[in-house]
């Protein structure tokens, strides 16, 4: 039986993302990794897959995997629950580092066709969309001497806008097991509620 082959970091991209990953690539090398820059070796095994993204609408497919190590191309958005690294002058740093931890931690390998099968959407997907579009929104709310705040749950989103520590409003949008959307409003006028229920009842519909 022959043996896979191993490397330290897998490196995926678009065309469009190609002179950008080819630095990071040959740098990578220079540092002592090993790396393969395509996906054509479905057996091999590596510490992490690296793919480089252009938006955080693109993390999602392989969000929450330990061995996926996304970097961020595009423009930074304003507020993100997910985590992310930037293709600057550290991020070779950033690889080795995990590399090395890895190596001294012991982990295994995983095969490239684990960490690049793109699972089906997970139920929390939308949420989470919901939750980056409420965060987006909040720097806004400062021009007005508000907070905005949002935490994201398994199946819960939470926004709450405060003034000077005092809560002006707070929702909470829960998703059910049977699919079902519930809102719960904690405070603030209700006046364009519907609408604003509506508006999300559409965007997880489309999302879900």
Request: hydrophobic share 40%; aromatic share 4%.
């Amino acid at each position: 039986m022959t043996e896979s082959a191993t490397y330290d970091i897998a490196v995926s991209f678009a065309e469009d993302q190609r002179a950008v990953a080819g630095e990071v690539v040959e740098a990578c090398r220079q540092r002592g990794l090993t790396v393969l820059e395509n996906n054509d070796e479905p057996d091999a095994q590596v510490r992490f897959l690296v793919p480089f993204v252009s938006t955080v609408d693109e993390l999602v497919a392989q969000d929450g995997d330990e061995h996926v190590l996304p970097v961020l191309t595009g423009e930074v958005p304003a507020s993100s629950p997910r985590p992310y690294l930037r293709a600057d002058e550290g991020l070779v740093d950033v690889l080795v580092s995990r590399v090395e931890a890895a190596e001294t931690a012991g982990r295994d390998r995983v095969s490239v066709a684990e960490v690049t099968t793109v699972p089906e959407e997970p139920a929390q997907a939308p949420l989470r969309a919901l939750a980056e579009q409420f965060a987006a929104a909040s720097p806004e709310l400062a021009k007005r001497g508000l907070a905005g705040t949002v935490h994201l749950g398994d199946t819960t989103v939470a926004v709450r806008v405060e003034r000077e520590n005092d809560t002006v409003y707070a929702l909470e949008v829960h998703r059910g097991g049977d699919e079902t959307v519930n809102f719960v409003v904690l405070g603030g006028s209700t006046e364009l509620f519907p609408t604003l229920c509506q508006r999300i009842e559409d965007m997880l519909s489309t999302t879900a």
